[in-house]
């Protein structure tokens, strides 16, 4: 029955250098565009690897927050794991070259 319900459930990637941090929960959010702003509060989500789809773990999803990009604040950088803000939004831009509107999602590992 489980192995059946985790088959319904959405999926969230991730670059795998970013694995322990997630697992060991130092990384509780991401930051995406327009695209990928589909989730939603209490929504539970498998993780897997962007590069290899390899399965990372279970999350479910805290909240979902739209957030211009000017507006990033150390809250953010934060939750990202990183130490400061303008890493935050440096990586971003690597991204996300022009996007203004972006999408905070919080989350937390269930399994």
Known sequence: MDEIWYKLL??????????RQILSGKKTATI????ESH??????????????????CILEIIDVENVEFEK?????????????VFMLKWL????????????FISFKVVG
């Open 32 to 35: 995406r565009d327009k695209s």
């Open 72 to 84: 990033l604040c150390r809250k953010h950088a934060k939750a990202e794991n990183l130490p400061f």
């Open 92 to 103: 971003l831009r690597k991204i996300y070259p022009t996007e203004s509107s972006l999408c």
């Open 39 to 56: 989730y939603y509060t209490g929504q539970v989500v498998e993780a897997f690897t962007h590069e290899d789809e390899r399965k990372i």
């Open 10 to 19: 959405d999926r969230i990637t991730f670059f795998t250098r970013l694995e």
